[in-house]
């Protein structure tokens, strides 16, 4: 079965996992050791067992506690005496570019520098990177692949390229930014030169963006789609939730769709195998 919970999602910082019966991931640390680890204790799994982490950018929302969760996973399998101490870490050479200075002492065999079009092999996990467009040096999403299913992580995207539309079509399930209400966002306080950023193609996917992705992207076996990377600022979990809701339902399209949430992971959702 493939397994994922957003553990932490938002403007103050982000971290997913994903697991099968045989592999452990965990995608993103933008948030402190402590608030993953207390995330994944409510989902009742443990930072040692962690074969990978994954990395989709450099921006500190993202990365800004992977070198404590790096160290806390050596200090913890010291203790019961793995074989292995190293969780390795992967990420584009242009994330890696920001990702040494905190990772001055990891072990070099540890750090795994990846590239669109790679396929990361793990025992019954296969995870594909995708470019995106966000204004990072190299920042990717992530499709896992396990057996028939197919999971899209896919925030900090100012657009949806027809490229990643084709990429991630089909997936059993999503988790998919919708990050600001269009309107809150202009009127809102924060300085012209930000809002533009965020309103540009190199930005981030408003709440009426991602409904009409999800249009193009979805088919008959979509079974989730979670909302996340919220703004704090600029959305609100119901008008998120009321918007995409509305611009699915107008184009007869059924999913069931998830908050995902700052300070609280979700719950460990199960994807069905296709038949």
């Given at each position: 079965m493939l397994r994922f919970s957003v553990l932490a999602s938002g403007s103050s910082g982000n971290a997913v996992y994903v697991e099968t019966d045989k592999t452990r991931i965990l995608i993103d640390a933008g948030v402190a050791c402590k608030h993953i680890e207390a995330a994944m204790a409510e989902i009742s799994v443990s930072l040692e067992d962690l074969d990978a982490i994954l990395v989709t950018h450099e921006h500190s929302d993202h990365i800004k506690?992977?070198?404590v969760v790096a160290r806390k996973v050596i200090s913890e399998r010291r203790k019961?005496?793995?074989?292995r101490l190293e969780v390795p870490i992967y990420a584009t050479e242009g994330s890696w570019h920001d990702l040494h200075g905190l990772m001055k002492d990891y072990c070099e065999a540890s750090r795994k520098v990846i590239a669109v079009g790679d396929q990361l092999e793990f025992e019954d996990l296969l995870i594909e990177p995708f470019p995106l467009s966000h204004d990072a040096?190299?920042?990717v999403g992530y499709i896992f692949y396990h057996g028939s299913n197919k999971l899209t992580l896919a925030t900090d995207l100012g657009y949806m390229s027809?490229?990643?539309?084709e990429t991630v079509a089909d997936s059993d399930a999503y988790i998919l930014e919708s990050n600001h209400d269009v309107n809150m966002l202009r009127v809102g306080?924060?300085?012209w030169y930000l809002k533009k950023r965020i309103l540009s193609d190199k930005g981030h996917l408003s709440n009426e963006a991602a409904g009409e992705a999800?249009?193009?992207?979805?088919?008959e076996r979509t079974q989730d789609v979670l909302l996340a990377h919220l703004s704090q600022e600029n959305n609100y979990p119901d008008l998120a939730e009321i918007t995409v809701q509305g611009i699915l339902e107008a184009a007869s399209k059924k999913v069931r769709l998830h908050r995902t949430y700052p300070d609280k992971p979700?719950?460990?959702l199960e994807i069905k195998p296709r038949e």
């Open positions: 506690g992977i070198g019961k005496e793995y074989d040096r190299e920042p027809s490229r990643v539309k306080p924060y300085p999800l249009i193009d992207i979805m088919s979700t719950p460990l």
